[in-house]
């Protein structure tokens, strides 16, 4: 969110955003400290309608080096993750867990370890055992390569079952795509990955015939 305040449009390197953090450091520490609370309220908010967990989504950290992020970021993903953790779900009665993703953030897996989120999310580049190491044994949650989706079956399901074995090295693991959902993907491909992923066959059998029911 601040960098796309401080560059004012899509950016390739962050610049003006990079170049804040250092020129203006009392602003940059207004605008993240702005950011921090709005973006944990938002989180909570999902909390009390119900969420049993929420993400922390970092788009532009992998453009930062580890001494900046951990100086001029990190401490304002801890402060929304904190004001997160206060609400308290409708469905769980408790806080919810909370969950750390950052794209091209390999180099900043301990950084976002330290932020105390719960679980940290890894894109497509990462691996989960290894990972999951580098981030004190935490959980993680990743990291299916989403170009798999437009790939034939067979191609995409290997993808599937190399993810689920790489996280079986982590305490735990949450099955998630790298990064988003390619918008050209087949809904049915997604219900069938996540059939693959339970050995589910009713799930299975709805993925190939299809939501309109049409073989």
């Known amino acids: 969110m601040a960098a796309y305040l401080a560059e004012g449009r899509p950016s390739r390197d962050h610049l003006a955003a990079r170049t804040l953090m250092h020129a203006d450091p009392a602003a940059w520490d207004e605008l993240m400290t702005w950011a921090a609370h709005l973006t944990g309220r938002f989180m909570a908010t999902q909390v009390h309608a119900g969420a049993a967990a929420v993400q922390l989504f970092d788009s532009w950290a992998g453009s930062l080096s580890a001494a900046d992020y951990r100086e001029k970021v990190a401490p304002y993903s801890a402060l929304a993750l904190d004001v997160a953790r206060e609400a308290v779900s409708a469905t769980t009665g408790a806080s919810a867990p909370t969950i750390h993703f950052a794209t091209r953030a390999s180099h900043l897996l301990p950084e976002l370890h330290r932020t105390g989120a719960d679980v940290v999310g890894l894109d497509e580049c990462s691996e989960l055992g290894e990972a999951s190491r580098r981030v004190g044994g935490r959980p993680v949650q990743g990291n299916l390569n989403p170009a798999l989706l437009g790939a034939p079956w067979d191609v995409l399901a290997r993808g599937v079952d190399a993810c689920l ?42 993925a190939l015939t299809g939501w309109d029911g049409e073989a």
């Open 165 to 206: 074995e790489s996280g079986l090295a982590a305490p735990a693991h949450v099955f998630n795509l790298g990064h988003g959902v390619p918008p050209s993907t087949d809904p049915n491909v997604l219900t069938r990955v996540v059939a693959r992923v339970h050995g589910a066959e009713d799930w299975e059998h709805t």
